[in-house]
T-cell receptor, first 118, second 112 residues
Framework: DAMVIQNPRYQVTQFGKPVTLSCSQT?????MYWYQQKSSQAPKLLFH???????NEADTPDNFQSRRPNTSFCFLDIRSPGLGDAAMYLC?????????????????FGAGTRLSVL | DQQVKQNSPSLSVQEGRISILNCDYT??????FLWYKKYPAEGPTFLIS?????DKNEDGRFTVFLNKSAKHLSLHIVPSQPGDSAVYFC???????????FGTGTRLTIIP
């Protein structure tokens, strides 16, 4: 089955120690997203790649960076995690239909990585 | 500034009855609306969507209603089944824009 896979499912890091979360997809979608979700809150978009074009949200801290080496993989790097960065991190993909009749944004999510910061 | 609000954090419904989940948005420029369902330890999965040119879209037991003048959408599940117990997120977008804005979710519990 085509899917979005996030590794690891659980990640524990120390305060200030860099950490990388990974996401891979077999859907061949051209758009990939990273969301942060804290308890009882809405998923908050951090940034997304439209093909190779990186789009950062205005309120995403500089501490968060991303890499997309190819269509299938996307990484979230947290350079110096703070206690406030403990959250669920969700990766999603979508296929752009702008060339078609209608552009529909249905995003497909991975199971998420729960990050703990000690 | 919350653009999408789901004012009921939780809802309990008897099995077999109708579940109604509500969502309000602030920006009348949104023209595409989605519902996602999330089980514990899984990512959100797409459930149903509606564009602003319609006021109703039906898919089996799930129906989404859109009231553009009130900036309100709702998801009806009938009949409700135990497997429907999950967190439901509404999301809004614009055609041609690849980004979604999510609500905070409503936890639905179906009581057998």
């Amino acid at each position: 089955d085509a899917m979005v896979i996030q590794n690891p499912r659980y990640q524990v890091t120390q305060f200030g120690k860099p950490v990388t979360l990974s996401c891979s997809q077999t859907l061949n979608h051209n758009v990939m997203y990273w969301y942060q979700q804290k308890s009882s809150q809405a998923p908050k978009l951090l940034f997304h790649y439209y093909d190779k074009d990186f789009n950062n949200e205005a309120d995403t801290p500089d501490n968060f960076q991303s890499r997309r080496p190819n269509t299938s993989f996307c990484f979230l790097d947290i350079r110096s995690p703070g206690l406030g960065d403990a959250a669920m991190y969700l990766c999603a993909t979508s296929r752009d239909f702008k060339g078609g009749i209608l552009a529909k944004n249905i995003q497909y999510f991975g199971a998420g990585t729960r990050l703990s910061v000690l | 500034d919350q653009q999408v609000k789901q004012n009921s954090p939780s809802l309990s419904v008897q099995e077999g009855r109708i579940s109604i989940l509500n969502c309000d948005y602030t920006n009348s420029m949104f023209d595409y609306f989605l519902w996602y369902k999330k089980y514990p330890a899984e990512g959100p999965t797409f459930l149903i969507s509606i564009s602003s040119i319609k006021d109703k879209n039906e898919d089996g037991r799930f129906t989404v209603f859109l009231n553009k003048s009130a900036k309100h959408l709702s998801l009806h599940i009938v009949p409700s089944q135990p497997g429907d117990s999950a967190v439901y997120f509404c999301a809004v977008s614009n055609f041609g824009n690849e980004k979604l804005t999510f609500g905070t979710g409503t936890r639905l519990t179906i009581i057998p």
